[in-house]
């Protein structure tokens, strides 16, 4: 059984950065799109990001792009979010989610990923 771990949220003034990083345990992610997904209480979760197997393909949702930057390491077996230029918008719970796939074809979808993780808090205030 794939169990998902999220690390690195916390409390980041606006126009800072963070990084968070998802590792899985039970399996290697390295046969799987990864994707980045984010709530706010009493909203929708939201697709923020996903990566392909291979790390070529990388889709983002609008807005967050040219301010986040997903990547991973199959060696290290973690993909990680890279989050510039926060703002307090960005406040959520974010959520690594693993798919049964090698790609990110609509990655919005929360029904593609079938496991994740309990999230990690990021809240962007001064």
Not at 45 to 59: A, F
Not at 76 to 92: C, F, G, I, Q
Request: net charge neutral.
């Amino acid at each position: 059984q794939l169990q998902v771990v999220e690390s690195g949220g916390g409390l980041v003034q606006p126009g800072g950065s963070l990084r968070l990083s998802c590792t899985a345990s039970g399996s290697t992610l390295y046969y799987y799109a990864i994707g980045w997904f984010r709530q706010v209480p009493g909203k929708e979760r939201e697709g923020v990001s996903c990566i392909d197997t291979l790390g070529s393909g990388k889709d983002y949702a609008d807005s967050v792009q040219g301010r986040f930057t997903i990547s991973r390491d199959n060696t290290k077996n973690t993909v990680y979010l890279h989050m510039n230029n926060l703002k307090s918008e960005d406040t959520a719970v974010y959520y690594c989610a693993v798919a049964p796939r090698n790609h990110c074809l609509r990655f919005q979808e929360e029904a593609r990923f079938d496991w994740w993780g309990q999230g990690t808090q990021v809240t962007v205030s001064s």
